[in-house]
């Protein structure tokens, strides 16, 4: 039935948001509804009823022309993605979570070698640097790490802002047969999408258990505890990124453009 009603969202996309449109729609959504638990009934498959009870909607123009209604000028055309269009929007957004990601892996980095390096040189484990090492030769790695992450987060950010793919924040249709593709690969996805937030979850909240760790074997070394602390959280973080844009790339697809078509007729 969701099948049903998103492609009469797609029909009724592009005309004025009318009263009177907006009632023609509401009856035409419980004849289909009516026609397809008729069809349900008598034993057909979802599919076959579905399909059914597409195939009897017949055309839009003529449907608006029985009502007396005329359209002239005043259709508000929606662009309708195609599927290389979608896959490539894809493509892009799991490059873009990419950046985003190692962008926050980096600046950790950078704070865990202010941390790490003056810990194992006190330590003695570089005896070389030991005498003639200053704390502020490491402000220079660290600079340098957080420039290479701001210039990952500009590229992606101004891609995402300006890029060919910006007009996916306003409204688009998708047909009925691509819009059951996307849904069928978000759905594979949901299950790598769950595992990942909750691994992401149980690193994060297991992650003081270093500190606790290095403070029982000698608390003179806490510093370890804290690298490896903020380290485990930037593998955390970069999980929720990655994997939380390659979902977020298919809410865009699948809710933007439902959400955008019915909220005028509200």
């Avoid at 299950?191 to 029982?216: D, M, N, Q, W």
Wanted: proline share 2%; hydrophobic share 45%; charged share 25%.
């Amino acid at each position: 039935m969701e099948t049903i009603m998103n492609y009469l969202d797609n029909m009724f996309a592009t005309l004025p948001k009318t009263e009177q449109i907006k009632s023609i729609k509401e009856d035409l959504l419980s004849n289909m509804e009516d026609k397809y638990n008729e069809l349900k009934s008598s034993g057909k498959s979802e599919n076959e009823a579905v399909g059914i009870v597409i195939s009897e909607f017949g055309n839009i123009d003529e449907l608006m022309k029985e009502f007396d209604i005329e359209l002239d000028g005043e259709r508000d055309e929606l662009p309708t993605l195609t599927e290389d269009e979608v896959n490539n929007y894809l493509k892009v957004n799991k490059k873009w979570s990419i950046f985003f990601g190692t962008g926050v892996f980096i600046c950790l980095l950078a704070l865990i070698q202010l941390i790490l390096i003056p810990q194992i040189i006190e330590d003695g484990v570089i005896t070389d640097l030991s005498e003639n090492f200053n704390d502020d030769i490491l402000l220079i790695p660290f600079f340098l790490l957080i420039a290479i992450a701001i210039a990952m987060f500009t590229y992606a950010g101004m891609e995402m802002s300006f890029g060919k793919y910006r007009d996916l924040e306003k409204r688009f249709k998708l047909t009925v047969h691509l819009r059951k593709s996307i849904e069928n690969k978000n759905d594979s996805f949901h299950p790598t999408y769950t595992r990942s937030i909750i691994i992401g979850v149980v690193i994060s909240f297991l992650s003081p258990i270093t500190l606790f760790i290095e403070s029982a074997i000698n608390e003179d070394v806490s510093s370890y505890g804290v690298v490896f602390l903020l380290l485990i959280i930037s593998i955390a973080t970069s999980i929720f990124i990655y994997f939380g844009f390659i979902k977020m790339s298919y809410d865009t697809l699948l809710k933007i453009e439902h959400s955008n078509s019915n909220r005028e007729y509200k």
